[in-house]
């Protein structure tokens, strides 16, 4: 089953290549004559192999046999036919040749089989019909740690890359829509292509390459085919207005020829940023119900209000606020008879007064926070609140901290309510309305009013 999966890859990479002039090291030969690139050649061998380092070609793993580096699928078929040999998952190695090299070399120090899965094809027919290939991929660790140190060393060397370019500020560019000429750094160029023609191949500091890719795009416009349908047509124009009527002015994402230029494509390990952001949403469309009833909540946990302990529920926190400061704020509520909104400035109090290393039991300033709080256990100034009017002041409504939890799990229900209040003995004083005719006179509303008019 293996075989035909990588003749499918070698398949692929035969279509790549379709209609394409011969490449050496990704970089066609029209290219290099009719311009100056920056150099792509990276180091050709890992852990010490020098053997053919430079060379432009990609030996067999187990003959002499070379095969240029476009070529890479004839080398597969190659090691299928003649050595039964198969590298799964071709396409995840991020750089062949020193992939090749490495194992090249480790098949001499060792016989495959150490390496290798056995696979026995025609097993049920007669001893002489059968036959075994070698499978060769990341199930092995160390085939695994190849691949991934070999995916590492060319982000290392992309973004060195990268960088290199966004540094250079002696670049030569010609706009491919106006022939204006730019100088210093790339994006001066993109950007004048993104803000007067339309053209955005994305944000200067995402590209890598960008000689190469601009000589790229330049040359499909020479050749009068559209950048994002890729239909070629007979004269300029004809391209300028097709390009311009049907907004064909960008490139074709679905075109795996530019992945190569963009640096998200070397983050992931054989994946291109259309198959992350795929992946991503089908995570999201695996995940989704209709049915949200079993739904589940994960609550923001409330901080202590002398440490950095939290809890998910305010007896939670209460118990720890108890056990290790000797603060006991449901006793203190119950006591005092607070409602909601006199829990919410004594918890702002406390939160302020903390936060200025201030002990309100004694009001004496402290350098930091730890001293505070080991002073107030001490002296056991936790539970020794001041006198109601200096806590219960309007200016505490507003949280010390924007984002306290705590102040969201107060409560103020009919089991909270303190004995006085379930007695009925609350005074509740009623409108006066028996000289209502005296309040529409003396109301300060008229004043509001008469000043309106008057500014109107």
């Not at 004083?429 to 309106?452: C, G, M, V």
Request: proline fraction near 4%.
């Amino acid at each position: 089953m293996a075989a035909p999966q990588t003749q499918g890859a070698a398949a692929g990479g035969e279509e790549d290549c379709e209609g394409n002039h011969s490449k050496v090291g990704g970089v066609s030969y029209e290219d290099s004559k009719d311009c100056i690139l920056e150099p792509l050649s990276l180091p050709e061998s890992p852990g010490g192999i020098t053997a053919l380092e430079g060379s432009p070609s990609v030996p067999c793993i187990f003959c002499e046999e070379h095969f240029p580096m476009d070529e890479q699928d004839k080398l597969l078929k190659h090691m299928i036919i003649e050595h039964k040999m198969v590298i799964a998952d071709v396409k995840l190695v991020a750089d062949f040749q020193r992939y090749i090299l490495y194992w090249r070399k480790r098949f001499t120090e060792q016989p495959i089989t150490d390496f290798c899965s056995v696979i026995r094809i025609n097993s049920t027919a007669p001893l002489e019909e059968q036959d075994n290939y070698f499978l060769l991929c990341d199930v092995l660790p160390e085939d695994r740690l190849l691949r991934e140190e070999l995916q590492k060393q060319r982000l290392k060397e992309i973004l060195e890359q990268q960088q290199q370019e966004r540094n250079d500020n002696h670049f030569h560019g010609i706009c491919m829509f106006c022939n204006e000429e730019f100088f210093g750094n790339r994006s001066v160029l993109l950007n004048h292509m993104a803000r007067e023609h339309a053209f955005n191949i994305g944000l200067p500091d995402n590209i890598v390459n960008c000689n190469e890719f601009l000589c790229t795009l330049q040359k499909k416009l020479d050749n009068l085919q559209c950048l994002y349908c890729e239909k070629t047509f007979r004269d300029k124009n004809t391209l300028k207005d097709h390009m311009r009527k049907k907004q064909h002015r960008r490139i074709n994402p679905k075109n795996r020829e530019y992945d190569r230029f963009y640096v998200i494509n070397y983050l992931e390990l054989g994946k291109s940023w259309e198959e992350v952001q795929l992946e991503d949403d089908r995570e999201l469309l695996d995940h989704q119900e209709d049915d949200w009833s079993d739904w589940e909540e994960h609550p923001d946990s409330a901080v202590c209000l002398f440490c950095e302990k939290q809890a998910e529920t305010i007896e939670k926190l209460c118990v720890h606020m108890e056990d290790a400061h000797e603060f006991d704020l449901l006793k203190i509520k119950s006591e005092l008879g607070l409602n909601f909104y006199q829990q919410v400035k004594l918890v702002n109090f406390i939160r302020r007064q903390i936060h200025q290393c201030r002990c309100y039991g004694c009001h004496v300033k402290f350098k930091s926070k730890a001293e505070l709080r080991t002073h107030m256990e001490e002296a056991k100034h936790t539970s020794l609140l001041p006198e109601r009017k200096m806590w219960d002041q309007p200016e505490y409504y507003f949280p010390t901290y924007e984002n306290d939890t705590l102040l969201c799990t107060l409560s103020d229900s009919e089991s909270d309510l303190t004995a006085q209040e379930q007695n009925g003995n609350i005074t509740i004083i009623s409108e006066d309305i028996s000289k209502l005719h005296a309040l529409k006179q003396s109301s300060i509303l008229n004043q509001l009013l008469l000043h309106e008019s008057l500014k109107n």
